[in-house]
T-cell receptor
Framework: EPEVTQTPSHQVTQMGQEVILRCVPI?????FYWYRQILGQKVEFLVS????????KSEIFDDQFSVERPDGSNFTLKIRSTKLEDSAMYFC????????????FGPGTRLTVL | SQQGEEDPQALSIQEGENATMNCSYK?????LQWYRQNSGRGLVHLIL?????REKHSGRLRVTLDTSKKSSSLLITASRAADTASYFC????????????FGTGTRLKVLA
């Protein structure tokens, strides 16, 4: 069964450093997403991506964040200069792009900013 | 209240009992999904219910949806210790990007 994969599973970085979180969505899906979950809190929407551009972003997704689909398979989230409060689990998801379809989530990358 | 609020926030029951969790939301939805998450782990998809459906079953899970009240419930029957986890509802909005809005979650503890 196809699945969304994410690497790395755990990333530790120093405050101020840039990090890139990687995701490989399901191949025939059209919509891609990043969500964030701070420890003990709910999952929050960050950004959706369709047709090689951002289709929607939340207020969390400020200038420090960017997304890219550099080739036909990878979907990346870059945090330019990490802050302590960026420590969270980051989930990638993809969707076929049709109504009423399950959104497929990856296993997550735990980001720890020291 | 926010889109996707669950109650109760925490629930503790004995093995064998039923657990009921509720979710309320504010905007129009295409569907509503329930997820389970073990501490610090990924999201496990449990069940999807579409906006034109009222009830759905999957094994020991029963989900209801009342779009007039903008609410859903998840019932786990004959609970087991392994059901201990956080349970989240997520609504797919009609905004066009199919993004999900997650609820605040219910932390379920099943005591053996």
């Amino acid at each position: 069964e196809p699945e969304v994969t994410q690497t790395p599973s755990h990333q530790v970085t120093q405050m101020g450093q840039e990090v890139i979180l990687r995701c490989v969505p399901i191949s025939n899906h059209l919509y891609f997403y990043w969500y964030r979950q701070i420890l003990g809190q709910k999952v929050e929407f960050l950004v959706s991506f369709y047709n090689n551009e951002i289709s929607e972003k939340s207020e969390i997704f400020d200038d420090q964040f960017s997304v890219e689909r550099p080739d036909g398979s990878n979907f990346t989230l870059k945090i330019r200069s990490t802050k302590l409060e960026d420590s969270a689990m980051y989930f990638c998801a993809s969707n076929p792009g049709l109504n009423d379809n399950e959104q497929f989530f990856g296993p997550g990358t735990r980001l720890t900013v020291l | 209240s926010q889109q996707g609020e669950e109650d109760p926030q925490a629930l503790s029951i004995q093995e064998g009992e039923n657990a009921t969790m509720n979710c309320s939301y504010k905007t129009s939805i295409n569907n509503l999904q329930w997820y389970r998450q073990n501490s610090g782990r990924g999201l496990v998809h449990l069940i999807l219910i579409r906006s034109n459906e009222r009830e759905k079953h999957s094994g020991r899970l029963r989900v209801t949806l009342d779009t007039s009240k903008k609410s859903s419930s998840l019932l786990i029957t004959a609970s087991r210790a392994a059901d201990t986890a956080s349970y989240f509802c997520a609504t797919e909005t009609t905004s066009g990007t199919y993004k999900y809005i997650f609820g605040t979650g219910t932390r379920l503890k099943v005591l053996a």
